[in-house]
T-cell receptor
Framework: EDQVTQSPEALRLQEGESSSLNCSYT??????LFWYRQDPGKGPEFLFT???AGEEKEKERLKATLTKKESFLHITAPKPEDSATYLCAVLNYGGSQGNLIFGKGTKLSVKP | DTGVSQDPRHKITKRGQNVTFRCDPI?????LYWYRQTLGQGPEFLTY????????KSRLLSDRFSAERPKGSFSTLEIQRTEQGDSAMYLCASSPGQGTYGYTFGSGTRLTVV
């Protein structure tokens, strides 16, 4: 069964303290891996799509990487406004083309 | 076009009542998706449309749930005879067709069944 597991569930950082979030996945055939940011009471906001192992994408303080079994979201010198829940999702070749399979997310808190 | 719009933002209903939510996707997006999210969980897929055709429904979508997308534009999600377990955030998303595009989500409709 296709599965996405994110760790840690929650992460508290001081402003400027870099860290990484992990997304481990098991799918029959990866079509794409997505990272989203979600603020309380709002819908997920798209960050990145990664397609194949070795691929990397960057946006401001965020950098996403992909291997055959997991993805990392690296946060460099975070600021309080980076506080949010970060969701990882996968789309596989074997399943529905509409069915993104999400993890439970990592709740990031950045203190000034 | 400013994104995916959902209405209402919040809905409180009594158990047993019917509710209907509306989603207006980004105008040039021909794919529309409904997801449900409960507290502390990631979104779960319910159903999706390509234009006006409903192409797949999750087994989470019981007979009490129905979705439509007339004319391939806006979509509605109706829940009949609501139960307390239906309380959740209902999210709509759209994308510009096949492929691994990043879906654009709306802000959701928060349903509370009392």
């Amino acid at each position: 069964e296709d599965q996405v597991t994110q760790s840690p569930e929650a992460l508290r950082l001081q402003e400027g303290e870099s860290s990484s979030l992990n997304c481990s996945y098991t799918v029959s055939g990866l079509r794409g891996l997505f990272w989203y940011r979600q603020d309380p009471g709002k819908g997920p906001e798209f960050l990145f799509t990664l397609y194949s192992a070795g691929e990397e994408k960057e946006k401001e303080r965020l950098k996403a990487t992909l291997t055959k079994k997991e993805s990392f979201l690296h946060i460099t010198a975070p600021k309080p406004e980076d506080s949010a829940t970060y969701l990882c999702a996968v789309l596989n070749y074997g399943g529905s083309q509409g069915n993104l399979i999400f993890g439970k997310g990592t709740k990031l808190s950045v203190k000034p | 076009d400013t994104g995916v719009s959902q209405d209402p933002r919040h809905k409180i209903t009594k158990r047993g009542q019917n509710v209907t939510f509306r989603c207006d996707p980004i105008s040039e997006h021909n794919r529309l998706y409904w997801y449900r999210q409960t507290l502390g969980q990631g979104p779960e897929f319910l159903t999706y449309f390509q234009n006006e055709a409903q192409l797949e429904k999750s087994r989470l979508l019981s007979d009490r749930f129905s979705a439509e997308r007339p004319k391939g534009s806006f979509s509605t999600l109706e829940i009949q005879r609501t139960e307390q377990g239906d309380s959740a955030m209902y999210l709509c998303a759209s994308s510009p067709g096949q492929g691994t595009y990043g879906y654009t989500f709306g802000s959701g409709t928060r349903l509370t069944v009392v």
